[in-house]
């Protein structure tokens, strides 16, 4: 079954549609596949699986982890609607700071990839949203580290006011103090 990959206005993050095959049982699709993910440049191994539930309003991010365990991600909303987000942070990028995004939701079936080097978040946008991804390097507390989601440099036009936030997200640095080595090739 052959996926569609479009690259969005950054070009490392990947916006991917899989066939669906539907019939009167409900429908099948491939979530992931080695190969046809290698042919469009997305070669890393996913380690670990993570699934999370969240309510109507709830932002979690903006993520990453530092190397050496930085994490690539592949995101996909398996009920509900998010807003997903992948910000840019490599130092020296023509697109440093710039941010992709993608509506995902478990009826579009849609999903992003999320290269390592790159701050990720999402908020929900329906009533409750569950949302699985696939990451390249497993959870790394002593590397965990993150940027305020509303950071006025990098602008991010969030379709909510006043999300639902983590104490910790809301204590998150701006990128300019964010603490990453980042660096564009």
């Known amino acids: 079954m052959p996926f569609k990959f479009t690259k969005l206005i950054i070009p490392e993050v990947i916006l991917i549609e899989p066939s669906r095959l539907s019939d ?80 995902l939701s478990g009826e579009n079936g849609h999903m992003l990839y999320i290269p390592p080097s790159f701050a990720h978040g999402f908020v929900v946008l329906s009533d409750v ?20 989601w509303n950071d006025p440099a990098i602008k991010i036009n969030w379709p909510i006011g006043n999300p639902t936030l983590s104490k910790k997200d809301a204590m998150l640095p701006s990128l300019q103090n964010a603490d990453h080595d980042f660096r564009y090739r």
């Open 129 to 148: 949203a569950e949302v699985m991804y696939k990451c390249t390097e497993e959870y790394s507390p002593e590397n965990e580290r993150g940027i305020i």
């Open 24 to 103: 009167e049982r409900g429908f099948f699709m491939e979530t992931y596949k080695r190969s046809d993910f290698a042919k469009e440049g997305i070669k890393e191994y996913f380690v670990q699986d993570n699934h999370s539930l969240s309510w109507q309003g709830v932002l979690r991010g903006l993520h990453y982890q530092k190397k050496p365990r930085a994490q690539g991600k592949l995101v996909r909303c398996v009920k509900g609607e998010i807003f997903d987000v992948a910000v840019d942070i490599r130092r020296g990028s023509p697109t440093y700071g710039l941010w992709a995004v993608a509506e």
